[in-house]
């Protein structure tokens, strides 16, 4: 808690009210509400491009206890629009640490709320759904704050991937590497890069709407389709890029957004869930070793079950255990695939890194 205690609220669209006291900047931010389950990663979560436009509560009881540092990033920026705590802590003990969350969050401009009860706030978002609210440390007028909360955009339809996205190409590794792939991103997190690099691969990030045809000039012997904000029905420029990537036969691999995007590339729908999965130990189940897997999640939409039932040309790889939605597809006859969750982990378990080799092994497979 800071030194000056200054008054805060929380509004959800729903008409539910949360007082509390500010944390991190002062002012007023807007956004849908969410919830992360995990108890550390905190700085690697707040700069993760998929919770663009989001605000976050974090479900345990303690966060930044262990500080900032730089290295624990996944973006050049924090990407959450406000951030709920029940404590949200100023004073930290790790020694590596450059400095506190709550001058982090500051530099950030990021308005945020502490002394909530965030889990029954987790409870409620459970049973209600998501949905926008707005947080306020500037007043704390509800009759205002209901008014700029009702002029907020939903999630729903909202295509934010383009926003976050690299507005210039770049390159990441070892030029001479014989793995060379292109990085289709939609917010793609560091980590993922770092994965595929730390493999042998040479990697160039490419702008979101990037044509298929400049992208084809780096020669690339696979793609990758990120993570990243927002909705993937409005992505049309991305679906249609991944349909003419498909019919080059190379390796593909996507990840959340990623893996929304290839359904569609394939005819599946998607959908908004009710309050979508984020986390650091959401268990998921491979259907093709018949082994279980603790993954770290960060999505609120999904791909149509139905859809893939009825589909000949795809196969469910993954479906996640609490709630049997599809966690994993590929393409038949194709060295296609993707998963919802998050393989690369930060923070969280590394269950599933062995998706990158098995992306690897593909490339390697088809080279040679």
Known sequence: MPDTITPAVLLLA??????????????????????????????????????????????????GNYGVKEADVESDSV????????????????????GSLNDYLKENNIVSIEGVDTRALVAHVRTKGAMNCIISSETTDIEVLKKKLSEVPNMDGLELASVVSTKEAYEIGDANAEIRIAVMDYGVKRNILNCMVERGAFVKVFPAKTTLAEVQQFKPHGYFISNGPGDPAPMEYAVNTLKEILK?????????????????????????????????????????????????????????PEAMEKA??????????????????RVKGKPAFSVQYHPEATPGPHDSRYLFDEFIQLIKDQKN
């Open 14 to 63: 729903d008409g539910t009210i949360a007082h509390g006291q500010a944390f991190g900047a002062i002012g007023t931010t807007t956004g849908e509400i969410c919830f992360n389950t995990g108890m550390t990663g905190y700085q690697e979560v707040f700069t993760d491009p998929s919770y663009f436009g989001q605000i976050l509560i974090m479900n345990a009881a303690h966060i």
């Open 79 to 98: 990407k959450i629009n406000g951030l709920v705590g029940r404590n949200l802590e100023d004073q930290y003990s790790r020694k590596m640490a450059k």
């Open 248 to 304: 080059e036969e190379k390796p593909v691999f996507g990840i959340c957004l990623g893996h929304q995007l290839l359904a569609r590339a394939n005819d599946i729908p998607t959908f908004k869930m009710h309050h979508g999965h984020r986390g650091l130990n959401h268990p998921v189940k491979n259907l093709i070793t018949g082994r279980s897997e603790i993954t770290t999640q960060n999505h609120g939409f999904g791909v149509d």
């Open 312 to 329: 000949q040309h795809l196969e469910i790889t993954h479906i996640n255990l609490n709630d049997d939605s599809i966690e994993g597809i």
